[in-house]
């Protein structure tokens, strides 16, 4: 056969492939109706190593490598689990008939959750300065509206959330207030002027990107502030979900937010600021690469792409965030020390002592 003719043939079998994916998610759709109907919940961890386990024994049969099966499977099951999050989270609606208006709705976080609980049936407000284009109704300004929503989301970065926190404050909204910050510290003084004023409010930290659209294996903090029903009516919104919900104190939630984000930041803004400084460039690096260099790359790639302006708050507004950056420092130097001073046995010591922290993970 001609190269032209194979690649026709190949073609074809791309066609049958996308078919075949089309026909499974016909049947997913089923499978998560069903789930929805009797109550059963969306994920099965058992069924899913026994898709794994098969596709790999039917790709070593046929002669296939069984790494390429099960990476192609876990990309379905993926789709399959999105595809069943979704319809169960519409179908599960708390929303009908409510209004929530999201102040900051237009920035990248706001527009998720204008999505999220539009998907639950909230009718969705956005008030935000920004030109972003938006798919929901804008409001000019908030601050001149009547403030009866049901659900108020403060979705702003956090120089500006804690102000308007504190207009809400004065402002009293019956509504249950919800403020999606990164930090809690330079909230902390406004979400005690809504708990004084008798206002519903809680905080809430989605540990995920603007990208996310599966939440499983993701995790919402939620930080109650004061006010325990509130926080139950904001952890509500996610039961159709499975995002992981965790419940702590404001202090405890900064403080490893500081680990969490602080020092993982950190990290990579110290490693592409190695990189930059030593005047190499990256396509000169890549040439003779490592699979740990490829892979700090990708991390540090993503970090200096993001929002430097909410990179720095999180450095620069956590009152625990000291901590973190001194514990930084004082590695490297430590490191230092043991390469200059040829100590291997407390090099490999602290090597191990890494690993049995990281082992113990669990």
């Not at 898709?51 to 099960?70: C, F, I, T």
């Not at 209004?99 to 956005?126: D, N, T, Y």
Request: aromatic share 6%; glycine share 6%; net charge neutral.
């Amino acid at each position: 056969m001609t190269l032209e003719e194979l690649r026709q043939r190949l073609s074809e079998v791309d066609r049958d492939l996308i078919g075949l994916v089309a026909a499974r998610q016909k049947i997913i759709a089923e499978i998560g109706a069903h789930k929805i109907q009797n109550s059963v919940p969306t994920r099965d961890y058992e069924r899913e190593r026994e898709v794994l386990k098969g596709a790999r024994e039917q790709a070593l049969a046929r002669g296939l490598e069984p790494e390429l099966a099960e990476e192609i499977m876990r990309l379905l099951i993926r789709a399959s689990l999105t595809h069943q999050e979704q319809t169960r989270v519409a179908a599960q609606t708390s929303g009908a008939g409510k209004r929530v208006l999201i102040i900051g709705g237009a920035g990248k976080m706001g527009a998720w959750f204008a999505q999220f609980l539009a998907s639950q049936g909230f009718a969705v407000e956005v008030a935000d300065p920004s030109p972003a284009p938006t798919p929901f109704p804008r409001v000019a300004d908030w601050q001149q509206q009547p403030l009866d929503h049901d659900i108020l989301v403060v979705a702003t970065p956090m120089k500006a959330a804690a102000d308007v926190l504190a207009d809400l404050a004065e402002r009293r909204p019956a509504g249950l207030i919800v403020d999606i910050g990164s930090l809690k510290s330079p909230l902390r003084h406004a979400l005690k002027r809504l708990v004084d004023a008798g206002c519903k409010v809680t905080s809430i930290h989605p540990l995920f990107g603007p990208d996310a659209r599966l939440l499983s294996g993701r995790h919402v903090v939620f930080v109650d502030v004061g006010v325990p029903s509130a926080t139950r009516e904001a952890r509500a919104l996610f039961t159709s979900t499975m995002a992981e919900q965790v419940e702590m104190s404001l202090d405890d939630h900064d403080r490893l937010m500081a680990y969490v984000l602080g020092l993982s930041h950190a990290l990579n803004l110290a490693f592409f600021t190695a990189l930059a400084d030593s005047g190499e460039l990256v396509p000169r690096l890549q040439k003779m690469s490592s699979t740990t260099f490829d892979a700090q790359l990708r991390v540090a790639s993503l970090v200096a792409r993001d929002n430097p302006h909410l990179y720095f708050e999180i450095q620069a507004l956590n009152d625990f965030g000291a901590a973190s950056l001194e514990a930084l420092r004082a590695a490297t130097e430590r490191i230092q020390r043991l390469v200059q001073s040829g100590d291997e046995r407390g090099f490999v010591d602290l090597m191990a002592a890494g690993r049995r922290y990281l082992e113990n993970r669990s």
